[in-house]
């Protein structure tokens, strides 16, 4: 499953400073791309092409904005950001499919205002960061090492 970062709304004035706030993420080698659906979202059919992927995120991101660039017919509410609370609104209550052909789906979902893992087993929780990966099983093992040296 690879994962996907969107910088959403790259036409913004704020959008500039974005790729180095997620040059850790790159580094990482996850795959970051700008967008501006409300531009082109051309470049964005190429990674959704044969997948079903889902759009995940907090709330005003312009997740549904993406859903009508691709699939103008779906016409999902859309809103503002509102200027009082400085946040998304909550224009997406539940998570829909849509096909874009038949074998590219992607899944709106509803903007999240908190993330947690606290619901994942420890073994899920190992695999779910890739930059642990080179190091799982070895962790024990340093462990045990460091508290054998602690007691010479």
């Known amino acids: 499953m690879a994962a996907l ?13 974005a790729p180095a ?20 979202v051309g470049p964005l ?15 005003g991101m312009g997740k549904s904005t993406i859903i009508n ?17 400085d946040s998304g609104r909550h224009t997406t209550t539940h998570a829909r499919l849509f096909h874009l052909d038949a074998t590219t789906h992607i899944i709106d979902s509803p903007g999240m ?22 190091w799982l099983g070895q962790c024990l093992g340093w462990l045990e090492r460091c508290a054998a040296r602690s007691a010479e």
């Open 69 to 85: 660039a691709l699939i103008p017919q779906a016409s999902m509410p859309v809103a503002e950001i509102s200027t009082a609370l």
């Open 113 to 134: 205002q908190a993330f947690g893992l606290h619901h994942l087993a420890e073994q899920a929780l190992e695999s779910a960061f890739v930059e642990f990966r080179p």
């Open 21 to 40: 706030a997620l040059g850790p993420y790159r580094g990482l080698g996850y795959r970051v791309e700008a967008l501006s659906p409300k531009r082109d």
């Open 5 to 17: 970062i969107l910088l959403n709304k790259s036409e913004l004035p704020q959008a500039p400073a």
């Open 45 to 59: 059919v190429a990674h959704l092409k044969g997948r079903t992927s889902v759009l995940v995120g907090q709330s």
